[in-house]
């Protein structure tokens, strides 16, 4: 199966070229005077690319909007740019062989887009939904089946079973290469890992020529460990696959790699904006060109240039001994003074790196996390944003304090929340759902501060479920909330009750979960500090901290850079 | 000009087939769990009726949409029907010869979707922006805009200036027939009566043989009298115009009428749903199927089948002296048995005129308008509802009591307030904005109870306006609270103060100006109020109050059936 052939560039009419893309987000932000039209400049970008490379197809694997209600703006702009990318004359020359009204079962018009006789499609869009644009309401509809009704995306990858999950490839045919194309919209993660305990995941495979086909899975879901059963392990994909294309992870992991166990490849393209200024996030974006050709593929990473550029420094003052000693006169002034050099710093190189790239937005973000623990005091960062104002592109949060080290002392006995427990009684499908919201208080008294659960969050929140008799929200509810609580006790972060109990009914209320990427969330910075824990499935490498420059350039490796 | 001629039946190559409809107000309660899919089955009906008809386009007169963001299910289900009924291959057999890159300027794709040579269009629809869908934002977009972008709906008689409007014809030729299309997007009435009286709208015709085109003008405004200045008279269209379709005003007076001062016709299609529970909604509901030859035109009224019917009736306790006397024993009692015969009665109609009607929804509005002034007193609304649950498609607001007689009375000397000063002063370019607000409060203490505007409500919606320097929202604002004050002295509704100040509130922070469709509006029933005082212009016929049923069939006559 030696399916990784790296000098497969040449373009002949058995060649799938697939442009592949993940998570732009569009919308993000768009209210933000300097910020506001990044995401927009970034598909287009994207779109353009795919034109230019002349591509067969768009692969996208989820989170195409931000929001899950697009603001008309968003919409407008998306349906927009697509219209002008994506429709033409150019003939599409690869056929779809399977059947598609299961392919696009959910769809109003349960064909490819390129074969209705209607539309002039040039380069047909297949996406997946992420979880931020992903089904709602009574109809279960979504911001893609928007345009999947207008005929300008193919949304697929749907599955409207909660009790079993078959995935039945888009089966394309080009010259003599074939393509099974695999795709699964996102869900929560706890629930579909579950079900792939359960072995309620099935793929299905055409029975003629097995081996012939490509198989290529397009999946949005947790694929770092948020927690045990929080995520998707590789191992649980078939070993038929030859090519995942991972969304929801933001970080830019374009390069396949090799997973050892299953023998296929994963590549990660990240996201094509910085929706968190954590470290993930600082990698360089790229999108990739996928070549096929019979079961050999390729993978051309393509740096994206309208990005903004993001640098993220973290300083330990207790490791600056020489420097600071907490405690003594006008100490606060100079490490806000070895602040300021460190952004002077950061700025030189984002110009440096600017030159020649005038597709590059002039304002970088910037972001110092400063490790204050050991009796420091904190300085006034609007005073400190206020000398950056013109040339950073988020002036107000430049300077992040946190208290890493100590509380990760204080609460180190108590994290071991037996989250299987939970898991494995809520899974029961005879369980009353008052017997389920009893269960978790019983748990959450043993091994929780119960007073983060009030009356005006949570407790609320589940009540609503109760009332409703949705066991399955009320169960997401529960897990996402004691992986919070576990990581408030775990102290790395500045969260609140406020904070928690507001977003748990934030979150309740939209039936929805969705896990650090939330822009203005507190608890996002954290997410790396999970990777600190991760183990197995090829993790990035974890940040050094207090080691200077950790922008663009300098990341240790990037996984794509892993053997 | 004698260009009515009723025999023009013959479809040739020559002449032009139009179906005209309006207010379609798709998603109006679509949450309702009887009447919540109302406007889709009836936006279905009326596209069906455009493909059977072979129409040559589909005009619409405003309101397409209810909501100004319309929900997703909303955007969905019309984009979908928009693709099913209007796409295909049926060629379209008329040109257009004016420049569209000004006729639909305000478009991403400034051309008419039928000519894009990436769509199949089989029924292109031209469509006006009413005041439920208008334009927001800063980046001016409306609902429409998002279909024009899908290529599915031309939105075209869009006037980007304030300062002055031009009104551009879409000129069309089918055969040897000439027709030049006008259309004006709503506007707040009080902007663009001002407009007309300085001058500063103007509408511009060919050059070349300028008495051969048939003048179709389609306009989304105030038709009768709300105001001194709170519509748009006819008179102030132009005489060259042949035939204008009026939109916003929801009775169904579609029969086209002459206006013998300016010599054209005016057809006035009116809602294709009842959005308030007002007699002119009660009228049966129709479309129409222009034909336009040469200089001659003939209008077909369709009936539309899938419409739920409403009956209307007004009771007058005091004018049945012989049944009921205020303040006697079980008086309360009589008054709701007569008012449940008169339910039973109005179901019973219902049924009978539904016999072969199978597209027509079974559960029938019903509106009983109880005045119980002279002393009777309101039976239990709540417990009389109950009764017809099954029957009724709007149980909770059956009966509605008001106490219209005496308040009349007694502030009959009151009404007289001085419009015309108010928009004087505020067209002065010059005038600061303080001033302004300083004026309209020195008018209000003069001839209004300034108690109706509480720190909460109005003023808190002028401040927000001179805060931002708005001043066309102040002055819309003050029109529209003016006016709604001299309705509240009138006396003839419920409203109360709070109703004023939250309304005005939320119409100052929509930036628009919605007059009197709002279902749940109290002041909604009164609009037939006005009419009874208009003058001029053909006005509907006044209603005549307690003379038993005034249902569809039980109108005096229709404004279509006047001289």
Tied chains: 1, 2.
């Excluded at 649980?236 to 790699?257: A, K, M, Q, R, S």
């Excluded at 020649?356 to 910037?366: A, W």
């Excluded at 499908?429 to 269960?439: P, S, Y």
Aim: hydrophobic share 35%.
């Amino acid at each position: 199966l030696g399916n990784n052939v790296s000098s497969l560039t040449l373009d002949d009419e058995d060649t799938f070229k697939i442009l592949i893309a993940t998570d732009i987000h569009l919308g993000f932000l768009e209210k933000d005077a300097i910020r506001g039209d990044d995401t927009f400049t970034t598909l287009e970008e994207i779109l353009q690319c795919a034109r230019t490379n002349q591509v067969d197809f768009i692969l996208l694997g989820g989170d195409l909007f931000h929001e899950n209600k697009p603001s008309r703006r968003c919409l407008h702009s998306c349906i927009s740019m697509l219209r002008k990318y994506c429709m033409g004359g150019t003939p599409i020359v690869f056929d779809i062989v399977s059947d598609q009204t299961v392919n696009f079962g959910t769809s109003k018009f349960p064909w490819v887009n390129y074969q209705d006789e209607n539309l002039n499609i040039s380069i047909p869009v297949f996406s997946v939904h992420g979880n931020h644009d992903d089904p709602t309401g009574s109809e279960g509809l979504c911001a893609l089946d928007l345009l999947s009704t207008c005929g300008l995306v193919n949304h697929f990858g749907r599955s409207l079973s909660v009790e079993k999950i078959e995935i039945s490839p888009v089966l394309m045919q080009k010259g003599t290469t074939k393509l099974a194309l695999y795709g699964l919209g996102s869900i929560p993660d706890e629930r579909l890992y579950r079900m792939f305990v359960n072995k309620q995941v099935t793929m299905l495979r055409p029975k003629e020529e097995e081996e012939q086909w490509f198989n290529l899975f397009t999946i949005h879901q947790n694929r770092s460990k948020h927690g045990a059963t929080n995520y998707i392990p590789e191992q649980f994909l078939d070993e038929f696959i030859d090519l995942v294309v991972w969304g929801h992870e933001h970080e830019c992991l374009i390069t396949p790699t090799r997973n050892e166990q299953q023998l296929f490849y994963v590549t990660q393209p990240g996201s094509s904006v910085a929706t968190s200024l954590s470290p993930g996030e600082a990698a360089k974006k790229h999108i990739g060109l996928l070549r096929v050709k019979g079961r050999k593929m390729n993978l051309q990473k393509i740096p994206l240039n309208t990005v903004r550029q993001f640098f993220i420094q973290d300083v330990v003052l207790a490791d600056h001994q020489d420097l600071f000693t907490a405690g003594t006169p006008q100490v606060t002034k100079k490490v806000e003074d070895f602040c300021q050099a460190k952004v002077v710093e950061m700025l030189d190189q984002a110009e440096r790196e600017r030159l020649g790239c005038p597709l590059t937005p002039e304002k970088p973000l910037i972001r110092i996390r400063v490790d204050y623990s050991g009796g420091f005091e904190a300085f006034n960062t609007s005073r400190f944003s206020q000398k950056f104002v013109d040339r950073v592109a988020n002036p107000k949060d430049v300077i992040h304090f946190l208290r890493r080290r100590e509380n990760k002392e204080a609460v180190k006995d108590e994290i071991d929340i037996d989250y299987s427990r939970l898991v494995r009684t809520t899974a029961l499908e005879g369980l009353r759902v008052e017997d389920l919201v009893k269960q978790y208080f019983e748990a959450a008294e043993q091994k929780v501060q119960l007073s983060l659960l009030t009356e005006s969050g949570m407790g609320k929140a589940i009540q609503e479920f109760v009332d409703k008799d949705e066991k399955e929200a009320i169960e997401e509810l529960i897990s996402y909330q004691l992986e919070k609580t576990q990581r408030h006790l775990q102290g790395r972060g500045v969260t609140t009750e406020q904070d928690i109990d507001a977003e748990a009914l934030d979150r309740a209320r939209a039936l929805r979960l969705d896990r650090g990427e939330a822009p203005q969330d507190p608890m996002e910075e954290l997410g790396d500090a999970h990777m600190d824990s991760d183990e197995g499935v090829t993790p990035p490498p974890a940040p050094t901290r207090g080691r200077g420059s950790r922008g663009r350039g300098g990341r240790g490796r990037g996984r794509g850079e892993l053997p």
